[in-house]
């Protein structure tokens, strides 16, 4: 994954010049025979004095005692500091006779730090560990052999010893040799376990969750080389010491659970049997003993701070212990530590082979450095981005098993205008970017989050009062977003995470309470001019909060809200404005806690940059228009209507005008279905009087699935035209689909609306059909096939008409099919959308455009919004406009992607229209015809170009459009002198496309497969 570059918006945080890898740690040797953290804190040699860095935490015999909490850690055998004693002592008197040995005049190389290291294994049996004290023993007494000697010999004595020096930290860099170095740096976890159920209410039990850390901690060892952690802090926040948990994470740090060396993944037994995992023991080979160094340390806060409070409290310990290490030279400024935020719910996933998350993640966050340069200048820069671990999800069921559900590649984490979280997807072109491996989300997935500890460290924002992970991780992201550069999903990396929905509250995970809300809200979207947003995300917090008090009025007064509709109309609207004063004031006097991040504004990027650069799917104005009588940007006038926030434009309106509003209600034109058109559907039998269940494949949707492995190669193959339209430019804009859905279900919008999907074949191409059921008609609110025989299973219904079944009379064919959708379906639905079996639609696209503000203007005529009680409509007639032989008088709507009509447009060419336009007459050109009579009545094609001038409904396959150019005539080629005021190339399809055309079965199942992340 290539770093993202910084923007120059705001002030963005960079690294200080000349830093270099400041905080990286190259020290002890290798893991087997390496010392334990109390004795290198403690040892008379280094002096790590940690109570003057952290509030009291000093070295005290095997236990550091703090402030904030207690570590209990074992301390080195008594045989073990013997040996190094020894050891030290021979080298000690050794050295400096050695150096005396060589002559001035040798050659530097002579004596190089592998001939002394060979000769130390060999006196120690092989034990390397105390080389960094041993050394550090050595150069005192060569200080004071220096002392007393002459100066030749002194001088002789340092450029020795110098060299030395030099061989011995080029040494210590390498990996291969200590198992991390610059190009391997280790890392540094912090796992927070929140605190005791009183505060998180029903759903959190307290052995659950700690175990669930227990898991977390294990899981760690088990993923990664030990070689590789540099500490792993576990903050217990709101609780005293406990004694079991205690003794199972001293388990785990002795080594009795299963971690890993390398490649190799082991446990030891209470007597430190070397035992390799899945084998049993073959005699003295597997008798072999090795020790380990303390690896994790406990915070203990009595007293409940809160997750972010305690994450910086854990990063603070990191720091000073990083800092101790490098001044007592057990650190390199070459090695970056990584920061690691492990959620106590999450366990690290297993992979096969020796590389590891860890690799991944250095990869991702760490620019390797060039040897031939100066790292502490040429090398300074390293990218400040971040890496929220791939999420899956774990279940128990009744007998115990565990399953593991797997997330999809492209899956990311959003919220929405109430700041709360819902998943989304990457669109098309960020994972073309990188092929799926790497994309962007705009806030972490909180089960684990990785980053450079100087990317922490350097971050503006660290408000102490935000309690609960869900917050916290919320202000990491918009300090990573807007003051950082960014964080990513390596998605098909081994950087994955399992969570258990069991240990945690969903309080924990996703609950945002108001005065934190407003907290955030006070701190990221003040400044630049921003305030707008500021003030709508607390209306819309206020509204939904003024809803949820009145729907249990309701409860309690034994009524039932109704579909749950509860519209702004039914909000209390006085209840509304005073939450959202109270949250005005509570997010004024955040800005005086002595916590809260201020004058962000100086230094980040603001957040409507945010919102345009990584979240645009964010519709946070929306809340507005559910604000009565706020200075909304969508104003109430004198007259109770209310305006758009954009009106529309000139075309457009010239369009809708020169129709006159149609009245809604329902009319009988059926003439007791004696004739056609009105004649109606024959069942099964062939009998007369069937009509169609359009909900069947609502209520029973067959499953989107691969035949075989081949069918999966086929569906998924790259870089072809259609697959680059469709991953570098069109979407499903699955975010603002789901957000629709939420705010509908919770009463904060008007229900979603309703679209009935008619599709026309016969039966010798039913085989099309099954397709179709598979992938987009599912999505359909109502679903029928017109055909020339009735299925129910697969939905086809033997519509009769007037004249022969064939493809010159469809004219007839479409009459009758409306006719039956109108005196059949037309009170259930809003929206009639028709096309033929080789019709793609994406039904999420075309929903949301319908709902959109634009639309439900020009269906109320073009000056104001509808508010739910009109009696009459604007006939609207969209798709993809075609100019006849290039006149623009007379303009149709191409038939092949389909058209869309309200329910307005429908009456009118039911009810008016088929009686008198054109009854009888014999034609294929059925797009033609229905325009034709829509003329007739003033009713024109709607432009329904998105913003950008792209085309939603295309009359060709995704490929076609990208590839296609004009002739320098346009009239040469009938589809360029067809079209109106189009863009060609990438540009000539909308990033929210609604409709292809000429997509036969297989190009259908691949469209669905690559527009929904199968692949």
Same mark, same amino acid.
């Given at each position: 994954? =290539? ?84 050891? &030290? ?151 005293? =010491?406990?004694? /079991? ?51 994790? +340390? ?20 990191? !720091? ?53 340069? !100066? ?22 069921? @009744? ?110 995970? /996703? !609950? ?129 209507? /209310?305006?758009?926030?954009? %009106? ?25 279905? /004696? ?19 359009? @909900?069947?494949?609502?209520?029973? %949707? ?13 569906? &998924? ?29 919770? *009463? ?12 026309? @074949?016969?039966? =010798? ?22 055909? @020339? ?13 007037? *004249? ?28 009639? +959308?028709? *096309? ?17 503000? #634009? ?15 009109? #009696? ?104 360029? !002198? ?38």
């Amino acid at each position: 994954m =290539k770093a993202r570059s910084q923007s120059k918006a705001g002030n963005p945080i960079r690294r200080p010049p000349a830093s270099g890898n400041s905080t990286g740690s190259s020290g002890y040797s290798s893991e087997g025979h390496a010392t334990s953290l109390i004795d290198r804190l403690s040892s008379p040699e280094v002096r790590i004095n940690v109570e003057d860095e952290i509030d009291g935490c000093a070295s005290s015999g095997n236990v550091i005692t703090g402030k904030s909490g207690k570590s209990n850690t074992m301390a080195m055998s008594p045989a073990d500091r013997v040996r190094i004693a020894r050891t &030290c002592f021979a080298l000690a008197c050794l050295w400096p006779f050695l150096f005396l040995l060589v002559p001035p005049s040798s050659s530097p190389a002579s004596v190089t730090v592998m001939d002394t290291m060979a000769a130390m294994d060999s006196e120690t049996g092989g034990n390397v560990h105390g080389l960094k004290r041993r050394m550090k023993n050595a150069h005192a007494k060569i200080d004071h052999l220096r002392a007393l000697t002459s100066s030749r010999v002194s001088r002789n004595i340092s450029a020795k010893t110098s060299f030395l020096q030099k061989e011995m930290s080029s040494l210590l860099r390498r990996s291969d040799v200590v198992g991390y170095g610059a190009s391997h740096p280790r890392v540094a976890v912090v796992v927070v376990v929140p605190s005791q159920p009183e505060s998180k209410g029903e759903g959190y039990d307290e052995d659950v969750v700690l175990n669930g850390a227990l898991d977390s901690v294990e899981s760690l060892f088990q993923t990664t080389d030990r070689n590789r952690i540099f500490i792993v802090t576990v903050v217990m926040d709101g609780r005293g =010491k406990v004694g /079991t948990f205690e003794a199972k994470l001293q388990d785990i740090d002795a080594g009795r659970t299963k971690h890993r060396h390398g490649g190799m993944v082991h446990t030891h037994d209470h007597h430190h049997d070397w035992q390799m995992e899945g084998e049993s023991k073959k005699g003295e080979e597997q008798d072999e003993t090795h020790t380990h160094s303390e690896k994790i +340390h406990t915070l203990y806060n009595e007293e409940e701070i809160g997750v972010a409070a305690s994450r910086n409290e854990a990063v603070h310990f990191i !720091n000073v212990l990083s800092r101790k290490h490098e001044e007592a030279g057990l650190k390199s400024h070459d090695e970056d530590l990584i920061l690691l935020f492990l959620r106590c719910d999450a366990t690290l996933r297993e992979a096969d082979g020796s590389r590891t998350w860890l690799d991944d993640i250095t990869d991702a966050l760490i620019l390797p450095l060039d040897d031939n340069s !100066n790292t502490a200048a040429e090398n300074a820069y390293q990218p400040a981005n971040a890496v929220s671990f791939a999420i899956d999800y774990s279940s128990t069921d @009744t007998e115990g098993n565990v399953e593991i559900h797997h997330s999809h590649v492209g899956d990311v984490l959003a919220f929405d205008d109430l700041l709360r979280p819902q998943t989304s997807t990457a669109n098309a072109q960020q994972m073309s970017l990188s092929n799926g491996e790497s994309y962007p989300t705009p806030i972490v997935g909180g089960g684990a989050t990785a980053m450079r500890l100087e990317t922490y460290n350097a971050l503006p924002a660290k408000d102490q009062s935000l309690w609960n992970h869900y917050s916290a991780d919320l202000e990491l992201s918009f300090n990573l977003w807007m003051c950082a550069d960014g964080i990513d999903v390596l998605g098909t990396s081994l950087a994955r995470v399992v969570v258990d929905p069991l240990v945690l509250s969903t309080q924990e995970k /996703t !609950n945002l309470p108001g005065p934190t809300t407003a907290r955030l809200v006070s701190a990221w979207m003040k400044g630049h001019g921003d305030d707008e947003y500021a003030s709508a995300t607390l209306r819309a917090v206020a509204n939904f909060a003024a809803a949820d008090y009145q729907s249990k009025k309701i409860l309690e007064n034994g009524s039932r809200p109704r579909d749950h509709a509860m519209s702004e109309h039914r909000v209390l609207p006085e209840k509304a404005r005073d939450l959202k004063n109270i949250l005005v004031r509570i997010a004024e006097e955040a800005q005086q806690s002595p916590t809260f991040p201020s004058g962000l504004g100086k230094k980040c990027r603001p957040f409507s940059w945010y919102v345009e650069n990584v979240h645009p799917e964010l519709k946070i104005y929306q809340v507005e228009e559910n604000d009565e009588g706020s200075d909304s940007n969508k104003l109430n006038t004198s007259n109770g209507k /209310t305006l758009p926030s954009k %009106p529309l434009d000139d075309q457009r309106m010239a369009i809708i005008s020169r129709a006159s509003p149609v009245n809604i209600a329902y009319v009988d034109a059926s003439g007791g279905h /004696t004739e056609h058109p009105h004649m109606g559907a024959t069942d099964e039998n062939g009998n007369f009087g069937y009509v169609h269940d359009e @909900t069947a494949l609502v209520k029973t %949707p067959p499953a989107f699935v691969f035949k075989d492995d081949m069918d999966h190669t086929e569906l &998924c193959k790259k870089g072809d035209p259609n697959w680059k339209m469709l991953t570098e430019k069109v979407y499903v804009d699955l975010t603002n689909h789901e957000a629709a859905e939420k705010r509908a279900e919770h *009463g904060l919008a008007k229900k979603r609306a309703k679209i009935f999907c008619l599709v026309y @074949t016969i039966e =010798k191409f039913h085989d099309r059909v099954p397709a179709i059921r598979e992938t987009w008609g599912k999505k359909c609110d109502g679903f029928m096939v017109a055909s @020339t025989k009735t299925d129910k299973a697969l939905g086809t219904v033997n519509i009769p008409h007037e *004249g022969p079944e064939e493809y010159n009379n469809i004219w007839q064919k479409v009459r009758s099919m409306w006719s039956y959708v109108y005196d059949n379906y037309y009170e259930k639905y809003d929206y009639f +959308h028709i *096309g033929g079996d080789d019709l793609y639609l994406i039904v999420e696209n075309l929903r949301l455009y319908l709902e959109s503000e #634009e639309i439900q203007l020009a269906s109320n005529g073009g000056h104001y919004l509808p508010d739910g009680t009109e #009696e009459s409509q604007t006939p609207l007639f969209l798709g993809r406009r075609f100019a006849e032989g290039g006149d623009r008088d007379r303009m149709f709507i191409s038939g092949g992607s389909g058209y869309t009509m309200n329910k307005a447009a429908l009456k009118t060419l039911v009810v008016d229209g088929f009686p008198n336009c054109f009854p009888h007459l014999k034609t294929f050109s059925e797009d033609v015809m229905v325009a034709t009579c829509f003329r007739k009545m003033d009713i024109l094609p709607y432009d329904t170009k998105d913003d950008a001038g792209g085309e939603r409904y295309m009359p060709f396959q995704p490929g076609h459009h990208l590839t296609y150019f004009p002739p320098k005539n346009p009239k040469d080629d009938w589809y360029s !002198n067809y079209s109106v005021d189009v863009k060609w190339g990438k540009d000539h399809c909308a990033a929210k496309s609604v409709a292809f055309h000429y997509i036969k079965e297989d190009l259908m199942r691949r469209m669905h497969a690559i527009l929904y992340h199968y692949c």
